[in-house]
């Protein structure tokens, strides 16, 4: 008996429970295409990139160290963390956004894949994934660059593919554009 | 008669009424066009109600034939239901071919691999085989359609009130058909038009489900959600997301080989 209840009604039971999960609305959706033009015009904290970049440097606060004030720099190489995990949410928010913007692309152009699908699930649960790697790694006080230099690739084959999928939509544009005043001059010759 | 067969009798009679409410329903809205495969699971199973009835009468609820006749219209049944599935399946996503080129893929190894597990996990005999069979079936159409909403759900794809609700209908039935089921095979093999009986209540609320649904559609309300996009549009957003890319990109650059750099 517990074996039947293992196999078949335990899975079952799931399957009823992620049924009831998938089909509940989205916490929060951008529907509208207005909604995407407001999200992508949203400022940012791009402008205090230097600073963040500054304050994950040790030479930093190595000269602290050297002074005797041990505390005072331990505690600022906290805050400073602190600062490099809020920068990294920022980075997840923006690739959200961009997945977002991507998954909109594909819906309001659905004869054009923006990407490969299954790459890009791939991708996104990559992301995801290596955020939190990240995360830790910061928290544990080990080095992040790498990391850095892994999401930046993944983001930079994001905004190629985007790129090259807004890049199509804007060609077809101009060329349903042109087409009526391509038949407009073939109709002026031919009189 | 026994009342366990009293009452499945009466819930055999109430769900061919149902089926038939629902193909009035269905011919009245016209669903039928947009929704081929679908009318014809409700016809087929339909006529696979009268088919059973006319064999228990003929040969005897008993017989080998009428066995036979039973099993080998489910089977009828269980691929008619299959394309009904994959019908609101494609309508779902197959018009971003994309994402439909990737999740159809998906869709068909999980549910190949749902069947062989739950065909090789079973541990029953070789009477109940067929039984069995159709057990792992369902399972497999149940995860498919769970799979299809999470995907829904992770594009934020608009799906139809009717094709939800259809396909919560399938994936709900098929779910509590394989709790009865393994309810059945594992306690009380004995009280068999009980068990038929609890099968048949899962297909009535399905059933209701399914008129409620086809009652509420409109097909107005569905061409005013379609999603419109004017060339302008198009242009601006594709502008403003290629700049926002751009800063993104060079953003992370900095930070990268500002990294290589140190180190």
């Given at each position: 008996?517990?074996?039947?209840?293992?196999?078949?009604?335990?899975?079952?039971?799931?399957?009823?429970?992620?049924?009831?999960?998938?089909?509940?609305?989205?916490?929060?959706?951008?529907?509208?295409?207005?909604?995407?033009?407001?999200?992508?015009?949203?400022?940012?904290?791009?402008?205090?990139?230097?600073?963040?970049?500054?304050?994950?440097?040790?030479?930093?606060?190595?000269?602290?160290?050297?002074?005797?004030?041990?505390?005072?720099?331990?505690?600022?190489?906290?805050?400073?963390?602190?600062?490099?995990?809020?920068?990294?949410?920022?980075?997840?928010?923006?690739?959200?956004?961009?997945?977002?913007?991507?998954?909109?692309?594909?819906?309001?152009?659905?004869?054009?894949?923006?990407?490969?699908?299954?790459?890009?699930?791939?991708?996104?649960?990559?992301?995801?994934?290596?955020?939190?790697?990240?995360?830790?790694?910061?928290?544990?006080?080990?080095?992040?660059?790498?990391?850095?230099?892994?999401?930046?690739?993944?983001?930079?084959?994001?905004?190629?593919?985007?790129?090259?999928?807004?890049?199509?939509?804007?060609?077809?544009?101009?060329?349903?554009?042109?087409?009526?005043?391509?038949?407009?001059?073939?109709?002026?010759?031919?009189? | 008669?026994?009342?366990?067969?009293?009452?499945?009798?009466?819930?055999?009679?109430?769900?061919?009424?149902?089926?038939?409410?629902?193909?009035?329903?269905?011919?009245?809205?016209?669903?039928?066009?947009?929704?081929?495969?679908?009318?014809?699971?409700?016809?087929?199973?339909?006529?696979?109600?009268?088919?059973?009835?006319?064999?228990?009468?003929?040969?005897?609820?008993?017989?080998?034939?009428?066995?036979?006749?039973?099993?080998?219209?489910?089977?009828?049944?269980?691929?008619?239901?299959?394309?009904?599935?994959?019908?609101?399946?494609?309508?779902?996503?197959?018009?971003?071919?994309?994402?439909?080129a990737m999740v159809s893929r998906m869709l068909f190894v999980?549910?190949?691999?749902?069947?062989?597990?739950?065909?090789?996990?079973?541990?029953?005999?070789?009477?109940?085989?067929?039984?069995?069979?159709?057990?792992?079936?369902?399972?497999?159409?149940?995860?498919?359609?769970?799979?299809?909403?999470?995907?829904?759900?992770?594009?934020?794809?608009?799906?139809?009130?009717?094709?939800?609700?259809?396909?919560?209908?399938?994936?709900?039935?098929?779910?509590?058909?394989?709790?009865?089921?393994?309810?059945?095979?594992?306690?009380?093999?004995?009280?068999?038009?009980?068990?038929?009986?609890?099968?048949?209540?899962?297909?009535?609320?399905?059933?209701?489900?399914?008129?409620?649904?086809?009652?509420?559609?409109?097909?107005?309300?569905?061409?005013?959600?379609?999603?419109?996009?004017?060339?302008?549009?198009?242009?601006?957003?594709?502008?403003?997301?290629?700049?926002?890319?751009?800063?993104?990109?060079?953003?992370?650059?900095?930070?990268?080989?500002?990294?290589?750099?140190?180190?």
């Amino acid at each position: 008996m517990s074996v039947t209840v293992i196999l078949f009604i335990a899975p079952a039971i799931v399957l009823v429970a992620l049924l009831a999960w998938a089909v509940r609305p989205p916490k929060k959706t951008l529907l509208s295409v207005d909604d995407v033009f407001d999200t992508l015009a949203e400022k940012r904290h791009y402008a205090r990139l230097p600073q963040i970049l500054q304050s994950l440097r040790h030479e930093d606060t190595d000269f602290l160290y050297t002074r005797g004030h041990d505390q005072l720099a331990g505690r600022i190489r906290r805050e400073r963390k602190e600062i490099a995990l809020r920068y990294l949410n920022y980075l997840e928010d923006e690739y959200h956004l961009l997945l977002e913007a991507s998954r909109i692309l594909a819906r309001i152009a659905p004869e054009i894949s923006p990407m490969d699908e299954f790459a890009h699930l791939r991708l996104n649960m990559r992301f995801v994934l290596l955020c939190r790697y990240l995360r830790c790694r910061l928290r544990l006080g080990l080095e992040p660059w790498s990391v850095f230099g892994i999401l930046s690739d993944m983001e930079g084959d994001m905004t190629l593919q985007l790129e090259a999928a807004t890049t199509r939509i804007g060609e077809r544009a101009a060329i349903a554009a042109e087409f009526p005043l391509f038949l407009e001059n073939r109709r002026r010759d031919s009189k | 008669m026994s009342a366990a067969l009293i009452l499945r009798n009466l819930s055999w009679a109430l769900s061919t009424v149902l089926e038939l409410v629902l193909l009035y329903f269905l011919v009245r809205r016209k669903v039928y066009r947009s929704h081929p495969a679908f009318f014809s699971y409700v016809l087929i199973a339909l006529l696979q109600s009268a088919v059973v009835a006319t064999a228990y009468r003929v040969f005897g609820q008993a017989s080998a034939a009428s066995y036979n006749i039973a099993w080998g219209s489910q089977v009828v049944v269980i691929c008619a239901r299959w394309l009904a599935i994959t019908e609101i399946s494609k309508k779902a996503l197959g018009e971003f071919s994309g994402i439909w080129a990737m999740v159809s893929r998906m869709l068909f190894v999980l549910g190949m691999s749902v069947l062989v597990y739950a065909l090789v996990s079973s541990r029953d005999q070789w009477t109940l085989a067929v039984l069995t069979a159709d057990r792992a079936v369902e399972m497999c159409i149940a995860s498919f359609i769970v799979a299809m909403f999470v995907f829904v759900k992770y594009y934020r794809v608009e799906m139809s009130q009717m094709d939800r609700m259809l396909a919560i209908g399938f994936c709900l039935y098929s779910c509590f058909f394989v709790i009865n089921d393994s309810i059945y095979q594992a306690w009380i093999r004995t009280a068999g038009p009980l068990w038929n009986y609890l099968e048949s209540v899962t297909y009535l609320a399905t059933l209701l489900l399914w008129i409620g649904a086809v009652l509420r559609h409109s097909e107005s309300r569905i061409a005013a959600s379609a999603p419109s996009l004017t060339l302008e549009d198009y242009l601006e957003l594709s502008g403003k997301l290629n700049s926002r890319l751009h800063v993104l990109n060079n953003r992370l650059d900095k930070l990268f080989h500002s990294g290589d750099s140190r180190s």
